[in-house]
């Protein structure tokens, strides 16, 4: 993967960062301090399970209703 591609996928996985955070948060204060730490924000994300049965592809439809 050459560096064009990797940047463009580092930006649509922080994207999706934002997306996640605002469908669980709906703060601001919350949505810049993910914008800054995105991979971590993620990971947790993944890890305690916000993203499991569907979730993943659930959350991003629902923007585009």
């Given at each position: 993967m050459d560096?064009?591609?990797?940047?463009?996928?580092?930006?649509?996985l922080?994207l999706?960062?934002?997306?996640?955070?605002?469908?669980?948060n709906?703060?601001?204060?919350i949505?810049?301090?993910?914008?800054i730490?995105w991979?971590?924000y993620?990971?947790?994300?993944l890890l305690?399970g916000h993203l499991a049965?569907?979730?993943?592809?659930?959350?991003?439809?629902?923007?585009?209703?």
């Amino acid at each position: 993967m050459d560096k064009k591609d990797s940047s463009i996928l580092y930006f649509i996985l922080g994207l999706y960062a934002l997306m996640v955070s605002w469908y669980y948060n709906h703060s601001l204060i919350i949505l810049l301090i993910t914008y800054i730490f995105w991979p971590i924000y993620l990971l947790y994300e993944l890890l305690i399970g916000h993203l499991a049965h569907g979730m993943w592809k659930t959350i991003p439809l629902s923007y585009f209703k």
